[in-house]
């Protein structure tokens, strides 16, 4: 099932989600020692990150990763680690752990055994996991023309015997991508897909009528498992 909550634009959108998401964490920091986060980057999270670091919670017991990452170091303007360190852990929220996906290997296909160790030891299942959307339908890094994206949608197998994290390579960006893989997106209490603009409201009403290859984020509109909430605005 999935809950739709419209609003006029981003600035709108972004403290409303940001306060949904801060009530996750805490909801689950009640529950156990440590909650994790899980965050797209892009253009679109940095006023949620913005609003959400300066949640009054015990941040010193949440982790925060990553859903996908350009395989580039931080030093890289393309890096979603340095977008995460730049809007999000500042203030209150400098406290959290931060666990990135690029690890210096020379190709994401190289750290993908790496990072399946890494996730292990999260605290999971996430508390929150904010995905973003592309004009394409793309979610994380999957993207319809990713050479391997069946990989990184397939369902069935239980989360352990699941990669965590797969490369995306070949034409599909600029860059070389990691991306979480459907199921460990899924391995969270709750998944936001935050998007915004005319084009990206047409292709979410598209990849909501079907599961469909060409919108690899109809797949997590698809799914029953986990609850998704829709924060979406048409400008
Ligand atoms: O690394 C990334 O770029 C993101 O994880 C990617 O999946 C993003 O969520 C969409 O491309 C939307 O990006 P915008 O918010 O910039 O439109």
């Known amino acids: 099932m999935v809950d739709i909550r419209w609003f006029d634009d981003n600035a709108s959108l972004a403290p409303a989600l940001a306060s949904a998401v801060a009530a996750d964490l805490r909801a689950a920091l009640q529950s156990g020692a440590e909650a994790a986060l899980a965050v797209s980057g ?8 913005e609003a959400l670091r300066e949640e009054d919670l015990d941040w010193a017991r949440v982790v925060v990763t990553l859903v996908d990452e350009r395989w580039v170091p931080e030093t890289d303007s393309a890096s979603n680690a340095a977008l995460v360190k730049a809007h999000l852990l500042q203030g209150r929220a400098a406290a959290a752990r931060f666990v990135p996906l690029y690890t210096g290997d020379a190709t994401a296909q190289d750290a993908e055994t790496k990072l399946a160790a890494t996730f292990k030891s999260l605290p999971l299942p996430f508390a929150a996991l904010i995905l973003g959307m592309g004009d394409d339908g793309h979610t994380a890094s999957l993207f319809p023309a990713s050479p391997n994206l069946d990989a990184g949608l397939a369902l ?9 994290c797969l490369a995306q390579v070949g ?9 979480m893989t459907l199921p460990w997106i899924l ?18 009403t598209a990849a909501l009528a079907e599961p469909n290859r060409q919108y690899p ?19």
């Open 171 to 179: 034409a599909v960006a600029p860059t070389e991508r990691m991306s």
């Open 217 to 235: 984020v109809s797949f997590v509109l698809a799914q029953t498992q986990t609850p998704v909430v829709v924060f979406a605005s048409r400008s």
């Open 187 to 204: 391995h969270a209490r709750r998944v936001y897909l935050q998007f915004g603009g005319a084009k990206k409201a047409e292709v979410f």
């Open 42 to 49: 892009g253009r679109s999270p940095v006023p949620v990150f």
């Open 156 to 164: 069935g197998a239980s989360i352990a015997d699941t990669p965590p």
